[in-house]
């Protein structure tokens, strides 16, 4: 289910955000929104991995959750087919990081009745950053495609971070940063190419 989730982030970076992120803006900009989109979630899974928290799933799903909903609040307003197909990648990969994190909240000890409720709130947030991006970036294309590169780059990271374990040893991190980088250089080659 991880793998299936992570297929479908990635589906999601390359066929909805990315080309409609790079296709209004600039190398500079596709550069400084996307790599600080993969730093950004590179300290922020730091930050949870030192913090020793038991719900680093839930976390790890919230971190990437948000800006994606936001992104497509914005992609709605601006393009409904786009939104529709975007809602679906978000909702195909939600439903196992939602699985994993009801599975990991039971293991650290609430009840299935707790975890629930604990998930219920969360998955509430989304439809409200969905509802910001529609409202507050609609006439805004610069900034959405700033944001859906920036979300871009942050999934590019967690899926190789996270979703794919077998691709870095240990808690070595740099493997992760080195695929955000790759995919950074083919989307620089495709903006160069056309």
């Not at 590179?42 to 790890?60: C, E, N, W, Y």
């Not at 374990?165 to 903006?191: E, R």
């Amino acid at each position: 289910m991880i793998a299936f989730g992570g297929g479908v982030l990635v589906a999601a970076v390359s066929f909805v955000l990315v080309p409609r992120g790079i296709e209004s803006l600039s190398i500079p900009y596709i550069a400084v929104f996307f790599l600080s989109g993969a730093f950004a979630f590179f300290l922020l899974v730091r930050k949870i991995g030192r913090s020793g928290t038991a719900v680093s799933q839930l976390m790890a799903m919230m971190i990437d959750f948000i800006p994606e909903a936001i992104a497509l609040g914005a992609v709605f307003a601006h393009d409904k087919d786009l939104g529709l197909l975007l809602a679906i990648f978000i909702g195909l990969q939600n439903l196992p990081e939602g699985f994993n994190s009801f599975k990991e909240l039971v293991k650290n000890g609430f009840s299935p009745n707790k975890s629930l409720l604990i998930l219920l709130p969360l998955s509430l947030s989304g439809m409200i950053a969905s509802c910001l991006g529609f409202h507050l970036l609609h006439n805004h294309p610069s900034a959405i495609a700033a944001l859906m590169l920036f979300a871009g780059g942050g999934i590019i990271y967690l899926t190789f971070q996270d979703i794919a374990p077998m691709s870095h040893t240990g808690k070595d991190w740099s493997p992760a940063l080195g695929a955000s980088l790759g995919f950074f250089i083919g989307m620089l080659g495709q903006k160069l190419v056309g």
